[in-house]
């Protein structure tokens, strides 16, 4: 949070900002407030600290803090915000772990409309609400209380109330105005930053330095710095200038200064809205519209409209507006140029010849130079002379029309010249005005396509006089469709207009199939798509105002038409059984207590692993990787990098002393690339430098020659080059191809899915401490795996395991991203260290990370079902293909879990499924959340659809009769037992209301041809174990010390799941001690050795037996004291079992028992048990955008016996929604060459915080019990991910009531992730029709389907 003083109220005002855009010198003057000055785990933690805290807001922590901030800025500026506030407040802040919702809900306690009741509020008045809660309380079938229920996670009365006195004060010494008013240089090793204080300060550097950044914001200067590799030695803030701040409202409109910044201009254009005449301020209204869809807080905080404008990004959101209203610049340059009038000047050149000193009358009427006792202006002033002058600045008034933009991010405003103010015209009666933004995410996302359109009737006509369209996202400028402005003068209003202007701006917007950025059929079909919604609120005013002279009238379902979403504040449930009354208060098991590190979570104390103090000589790593996707190593060159400052050295393939290969399965990765790269990212070598700039900087200048070779990138490349790893398995149970021959129906479909980067929030990182003796090396890592990154980093520096040390505290997240690729980093990061002998220290960039780390693996099926005229299946013939990239990885265990998921939770008896890894030359996938169960339970999900169709029953009944039951054999041939899955279907239909809803659903899209509808009801069955039998062990360590304390480690990482607070509520019911007395520190390979990786969700059944059984050995040990002294405390035991020399130290062991499958016999059971789960969403699409808002979701899970409520129901919450990114927005883009363009936040969307379902409700299982699991409870990591495609399978079906309405019945399909380019695309209409797709192989495209 940024605070600064203004004296010109006496007031502070606050504001979010991003700190890595936040340069330094632009802090003078302010007040900084990190996470750690409000509150902090010795002094007491903050309120907003304290609630996210308990309301298990917090899981990896890594975001934690940036939601603090952006929560406390608010509070300091607005004590008692409103729900709508409080979400907005949020915009620019991620998550990737919780699903946002337990953080709305715990802030949710420092709203206005937040009362302690609760759900039992008495404005909540109306009797049956959601999910089965009557006024928050949960009924049972008679409508009677059911006994042990909760739907409480946490305790509001507990929390700290809100005291803004206590809040740290500003800086009284920077109460004053001297520190604005001083002109500042700062300069640094490779740019020099001014800033000036007046206009003419800042035109005479401008005009000294033309090249020069003027910087406010930063908010694309700083990313054009730190992504683009861009130099700029001369940076000037026009922060401080008044003219360039200031805010004038005139009979004309309002004119703003150049930096003043978004968020003012948003609340000025408000308050306006207040004074002014409607229809003064439409164009207003637009602007202020989109500014809601621009960015977030911390951007708008600080970016200025001019550097909006001059940046000319062809995607700029304000520009199109600008343009559409003929918004006027005005600009100073220092320029000799003649003001005003023609340049036949009698006078001047006189005046110039003699030198002479002239005081001249600028625009604002007042003296410009020297004195102000001039002999002659009086004269010319009385006689109106018209005065040529020459301007000290030169100053011009430039119209934002369609001569603005010259060329890609070239402007009319001159490189010397400096936007002073820009004034935005107020719109006249007649005139009406729409501004448009489509992106892949509706907040904080950059557009696709935005658009401004205005349009001036002749008075009281709807004759168009004047038209304006101005579009981004369609040329490599903010462009005009000039022609269709031009043809639509004179012509009426009315419905004709659509079909043509459809036709002027194919002509007008032309954008060929392989255009950058892709989607050109999209694209062009949204800029129809926007005119027509302009066209209809237009109509619908004239209609209202004129009724008798609009002819086509708006039919009343074309009517939701027009409004873009905006969702009402989130609600949802929790709800869980509560631990029987009996259980004593001391015994954690079963409830809902936070994760153990969410307070140092939440001040920011917690320790990650660039978190560590510098350790001394240490050094920075910087990757360098290949920028070719297959190719040969000609040559390395590093001379150059080696000459840059503070570099050491250059490491690569030589420096390696042991082992350059390694892989999960089969060694078939090298370390550092040596003779050839088979992907873009792939690691050649490192650069070592004294800070991690400079390393940085000089890995990109290391040259590398390459040989260009052959590159398949795609499925498709791949299945046509017939490039597979040798490994491909196949279950096959009865015989489908017979049966096929007697079924009712037979039908063949393809599935397509994408990828999904993981998206941890903290990127990989390692620090390497080589010990100088005996080839000892400790290992500081991001990792779910250390006993992997021990084994490959011995074997790569040719030591013995026993030598190197793994330690992980926690991690930022890492959803199977960290299960083998951190070894990438860690190999490079100890080869270093041991070439050097100084602690190395590498955690990779966004961009690096992205580029290099590979994601989840995309798939593509083709299946043929045979099945009754009723819906029953009766057989499915599938194969399965996966984009593995350039080495195996996991990917065969990947492939194998989806071999044996492809049924989802459908009794198939005849099944063939055949898995086939395509090898490609894109960066290695890997382990993601799920591990390739939801691609095939994708199959079994979509081929549901298909078969609903063919036979025209709704999908869930086909669902439903295909369901498991008890006792059913799986196509493995695993026998379910203790199946719940019926169960969770049948309350979950219950609780959603699934039937009374279809049949609102149904009612909505019969009234409403262009916002439609779709609900849908999925059910998961997620197999729990590695199905790599030898992975099924753990371990754990247990310590208890004289003075009873317990140190405990078992074999499992901590990544924000919230393992080790489950392994301390087993550990404190095992031993019947507090969990306050039970301590875990890390996981090291010096503690619990040989460990599985953190991960297939099994990481609580296999560590929490182990914990336990390491507990009951320590019990039985004690045994005898306590039978001697059974009123003793635990302390009393303790110590007395340590003078008996008992020892108090043991470990555990648990192994997963009657596990293992055989292929070839498809015989054994590859899981130890299932996870079910049902959910239900309803999605409204907006079939003319392609955009969508989840309205609601209802989840039932099956979790056993939850060992902590409240991390089961995040990890469902949380998992969901990291699903619902899978299948909704997270769109990956390759080149055709292999390049990653979606590098990054800025184009590669994950779920916010305005994506999660407008209504979420969680219920757990009652009366689920797991005998095959530790204290009968279930796995909980991945299960629930695949749950979002109810989310999928809902938009779908609102689709298909689109495509209904345009005459097209029948199955289509629709690719995953359902992007608005997708969804738009599949609601065919007569836009659409417009734009047919160029045919493939006619064009080479822009990005491709991995
Ligand atoms: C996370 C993120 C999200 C974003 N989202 C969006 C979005 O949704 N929509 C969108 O349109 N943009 C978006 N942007 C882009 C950016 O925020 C805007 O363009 C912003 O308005 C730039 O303003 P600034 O003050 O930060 O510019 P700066 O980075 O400070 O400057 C940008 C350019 O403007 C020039 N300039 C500044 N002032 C003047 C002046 N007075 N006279 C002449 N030249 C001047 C500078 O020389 C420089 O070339 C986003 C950026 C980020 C980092
Ligand atoms: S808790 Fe938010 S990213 Fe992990």
């Known amino acids: 949070m940024l605070s600064k003083y203004d004296p ?36 007491g933690l903050h309120p907003v600290q304290e609630r996210i805290a308990k309301s298990h807001g917090s899981q990896c922590g890594f ?123 700062f300069k640094g090793e490779r740019s020099t930053w001014y800033r000036p204080t007046t206009l003419s300060e800042l035109i005479d550097l401008k005009s000294t330095y033309p090249d020069a950044k003027l910087v406010v914001g930063n908010t694309e200067i700083g990313v054009e710095i730190k992504l683009k590799n861009m130099k700029y030695p001369v940076m000037i803030a026009s922060t401080h200038v008044p003219e360039l701040n200031q805010i004038r409202c005139h009979n004309d409109g309002v004119t703003f200064g150049a930096s003043v910044t978004l968020t003012q201009i948003d609340e000025t254009l408000k308050q306006i809205f207040q004074k002014e005449e409607e229809y003064k301020v439409r164009m207003y209204k637009a602007v202020v519209e989109m500014l809601r869809w621009f960015a977030g807080h911390q951007i708008r905080n600080v970016a200025a409209v001019a550097g909006n404008i001059i940046t000319a990004s062809p995607i700029s959101d304000l520009n199109p507006l600008f343009l559409a209203a003929g918004a006027k610049l005005n600009v100073i340059s220092k320029g000799n140029y003649y003001h005003t009038a ?33 002999d002659l202006n009086p004269l010319f002033l009385a006689a109106g002379a018209k005065l040529n002058v020459i301007s000290k600045g030169g100053e011009r008034s430039i119209v934002m029309d369609d001569n603005f933009f010259l060329g890609y991010r070239k402007t009319a405003v001159k490189p010397d010249e400096v936007v002073v103010s820009i004034t935005l015209p107020f719109t006249q009666q007649d005139e009406y005005f729409g501004g448009y933004k489509q992106a892949n995410r509706r907040e904080d996302d950059i557009a696709i396509v935005n658009s401004g359109i205005r349009v001036l009737f002749e008075p009281n006509s709807n004759v168009v006089k004047e038209m304006a369209l101005a579009f981004g996202g369609m040329a490599i400028t903010t462009v005009m469709a000039t022609k269709a402005m031009k043809n639509a003068i004179g012509r009426n209003w009315e419905e004709d207009l659509i079909q043509d202007m459809a036709g002027w701006l194919v002509e007008d917007l032309p954008l060929p199939s392989g255009a950058p950025g892709g989607m050109a059929a999209f694209r062009k079909t949204l800029c129809t798509s926007f005119f027509f919604k302009f066209y209809l609120m237009v109509q619908l005013e004239l209609q209202s105002k004129h009724p008798c002279m609009v002819k086509s009238k708006v039919p009343s379902s074309y009517k939701s038409a027009t409004p873009t979403f905006h969702r009402e504040p989130s609600k949802s449930t929790q709800v869980y059984e509560e631990v029987a009354p009996s259980q004593p208060d001391l015994d954690p098991l079963g409830r809902p207590i936070s994760h153990l590190s969410s307070s140092k979570q939440a001040s920011g104390e917690a320790i990650y692993v660039d978190d560590m103090p510098r350790f001394e000589n240490e050094l920075h790593l910087a990757l360098v990787t290949s920028s070719k996707a297959h190719a040969k190593i000609v040559n390395i060159d590093a001379s150059e990098a080696l000459k840059m400052p503070g570099v050491v050295d250059f490491v690569c393939h030589k420096d390696v002393p042991g082992e350059n290969h390694w892989g999960s399965v089969m060694p078939d990765e090298e370390m550092f690339a040596s003779k050839e790269v088979t992907c873009q990212g792939q690691v050649i070598g490192a650069v070592i430098a004294d800070t991690q700039v400079h390393a940085q900087r000089a890995a990109k200048c290391v040259n590398i020659q390459y040989e260009p070779l052959e590159q398949i990138i795609t499925i498709q490349d791949a299945i046509a080059k017939n490039s597979f790893y040798s490994i491909s398995k196949t279950i096959k149970k009865g015989d489908p191809a017979a049966v ?57 520096l040719g030591v013995d395991c026993n030598k190197i040390v793994c330690r992980v505290k926690r991690m930022g997240g890492g959803f199977g991203g960290k299960e083998t690729r951190s070894v990438v980093i860690s190999v490079p990061v100890a080869v270093a260290a041991n070439k050097h002998k100084v602690p190395v220290r590498c955690m990779l960039d966004r961009d690096e990370d992205m580029v290099i780390s590979g994601t989840r693996h995309p798939f593509f099926a083709k299946y043929k079902v045979g099945f009754t005229k009723e819906g029953k299946i009766l057989a499915m013939d599938c194969d399965l293909y996966s984009n593995c990239g350039n080495t195996l990885d996991l990917s065969a265990a990947v492939m194998e879990r989806a071999l044996f998921h492809c049924e989802n939770a459908y009794l198939i008896p005849n099944l063939r499924v055949t898995g086939f890894l395509c090898k490609t030359n894109i960066p290695s996938n890997t382990a993601f959340r799920g591990f390739g169960g939801p691609q095939g339970m994708m199959v079994a999900e979509t081929m549901m659809e298909q078969v609903a169709t063919m036979i025209n029953i709704p999908p869930h009944q086909v669902r439903e009769m295909n369901l498991y039951k008890e006792n059913d054999l799986t196509h493995y041939n695993q026998c379910l037992t203790d199946c719940n899955l019926r169960r969770c279907w049948q309350e979950c239909m219950e609780k959603s209301n699934y039937s009374a809803r279809r049949k609102d659903v149904d009612i909505f899209n019969s009234e409403n041809r262009w916002k439609k509808r ?21 371990g754990a360590l247990i310590m208890v010390y004289r003075d009873g304390s317990v140190l405990l480690t078992h074999g499992g990482t901590e990544m924000g799941q919230g393992l080790h607070t489950k392994m301390i509520q087993v550990a404190s019911r095992t031993l019947k001690v507090p969990a306050s007395k039970i301590h875990i520190s890390e996981t090291s390979t010096n503690t619990v050795p040989n460990t599985s990786a953190t991960a297939a969700s099994c990481s609580s059944d296999l560590n929490g037996m182990a914990v336990m059984y390491a507990c009951q050995t320590i019990l039985q040990r004690l045994e005898p004291i306590i039978r001697e002294n059974p009123k003793g405390s635990w302390e009393d035991w303790v110590k007395a079992a340590y003078a008996a020399r008992i020892s108090l130290s043991t470990t555990g ?13 498809n015989t054994g059971n590859p899981f130890n048990y299932f996870s079910y789960g049902v959910a239900c969403s309803e999605v409204e699409i907006d079939c003319l955008t392609g955009d969508h808002q989840v309205l609601r979701t209802d989840i039932v899970m099956d979790v056993g016996v939850s060992i902590n409520p409240a991390i089961d129901i995040g990890q469902i919450e949380g998992g969901f929604i990291q699903g619902y990114g899978l299948m909704m927005l997270e769109l990956q883009k390759v080149s055709p060459d292999g390049f990653l363009f979606t590098r990054g936040p800025g184009n590669y969307k994950i779920p916010g ?50 495509r209904s309405d345009a005459g097209l019945d029948g199955y289509f399909q629709l690719k995953s992730p359902a992007t608005p380019e997708r969804i738009r695309m599949a609601c065919q209409d007569q836009f659409t029709e417009l734009f047919p797709d160029a045919e493939p192989g006619t064009y080479k495209p822009w990005f491709v389907q991995l």
């Open 63 to 185: 975001c934690t803090p940036g939601i603090v901030m952006s929560m406390y800025t608010l509070l300091r500026n607005n004590p008692k915000p409103t729900r709508s506030d409080m979400e907005s407040a949020f915009e620019g802040n991620l998550c990737r772990c919780t699903g946002y919702r337990p953080i709305l809900d715990g802030f949710k306690t420092f709203t206005k409309e937040y009362c302690a009741m609760g759900e039992k509020c008495c404005r909540n008045s109306t009797s049956a609400t959601t999910n089965g809660l009557v006024n928050g309380q949960v009924n049972g079938e008679d409508g009677a209380m059911q006994n042990g229920i909760s739907t409480e996670l946490f305790t509001p009365s507990e929390f700290l109330p809100l005291d803004s006195t206590q809040d740290p004060i500003f800086p009284p010494e920077l109460k004053t105005h001297q520190f604005d008013q001083q002109s500042l240089i």
């Open 1149 to 1161: 062991f648990y192994k997963t028992p009657d596990i293992g499958y055989n292929f070839e016999t």
């Open 342 to 374: 023609s340049p036949i000047s009698d006078l001047n050149p006189l005046f110039l010849a003699a030198g002479a000193k002239l005081n001249v009358i600028s625009k604002g009427n007042y003296y410009h130079t020297a004195s102000p006792i001039s």
């Open 1249 to 1298: 915080f305005g994506d999660i379902p407008v209504e979420f409700n969680v219920s757990l299982l009652k009366g689920s019990v797991n005998k095959r699991a530790v204290y009968s409870s279930k796995a909980i990591g991945e299960p629930p991910l695949f749950l979002s495609a109810s989310v999928y399978f809902a938009a779908k079906d609102a689709i298909s009531s689109a």
């Open 740 to 796: 096929f021959s007697k079924a009712d129906h037979v039908i063949e479909g393809e599935m397509s899915m994408g990828g999904q980067e993981h998206f941890y929030l903290e990127t990989h990182a390692t620090i390497a401490l080589p010990k100088n003796e005996d080839g000892e090396m400790e290992l500081f890592a991001s990792t779910q795996n250390p006993t992997e990154t021990q084994m490959v980093v011995a074997e790569a």
């Open 1014 to 1034: 779709g609900i849908s009801i999925v059910p998961t069955k997620f197999g729990i174990s590695y199905t790599l039998k030898l992975l099924n062990q753990a």
């Open 8 to 43: 010109s109220n006496n007031s502070v005002s606050h504001f979010s900002a991003n700190a890595c855009l936040a340069p330094l010198c632009s802090m003078h003057g302010m007040a900084v407030t990190t996470v750690e000055g409000i509150g902090s785990i010795k002094n």
